[in-house]
């Protein structure tokens, strides 16, 4: 967050004591992922929106919402863990958070488990793979880059029960 954020709001949203109104939340993400890119060299704040649009799109709530903001912050080490679990954000936003970030190593099957075992977290994730797959998107990618994330985005959606696109 810039200097003229914090002065227009009075507050510093990184401060993990304040508690994080939907606009505050929208601007950690976007400080937190400021300069960071796409695949396709697009700013990656862009993705941020189109995966919050499409929770509130298909009818997700302030906690799925700022869910989807911070979707790759602790998986992008762009906010640490510790952040998270300090942050005033509602416990189901911080499991949603978590249950969202791929971990090292980890099967997509475990992964694609522990969404579906998360209240709330299934919504954000078809989300951020609807856009993530988006043929406008994949377009700009080489020809194997976009085979290969086309295929990887058609897996987990299926290991998530949520067909074709």
Do not use: F
């Amino acid at each position: 967050m810039t200097e003229t954020q914090r002065q227009e709001t009075g507050r510093d949203p990184r401060d993990p004591r304040k508690k994080l109104s939907p606009a505050d939340v929208e601007a950690v993400a976007r400080a937190a992922h400021e300069g960071q890119r796409d695949k396709a060299g697009r700013p990656y704040t862009e993705h941020l929106r189109a995966v919050a649009e499409g929770v509130r799109a298909r009818g997700g709530d302030e906690d799925q919402i700022a869910a989807a903001w911070l979707h790759d912050a602790v998986e992008d080490d762009a906010l640490s863990e510790q952040w998270l679990e300090q942050a005033a954000l509602s416990r189901r936003t911080k499991d949603i958070v978590r249950a969202v970030t791929k971990r090292a190593g980890e099967p997509p099957e475990a992964y694609a488990q522990r969404i579906l075992a998360t209240p709330g977290a299934l919504v954000v994730k078809e989300a951020d793979l609807a856009h993530n797959a988006d043929p406008a998107r994949l377009a700009v990618l080489d020809e194997r880059t976009r085979k290969r994330l086309t295929e990887k985005y058609a897996r987990m959606r299926a290991l998530l029960g949520l067909g074709s696109s």
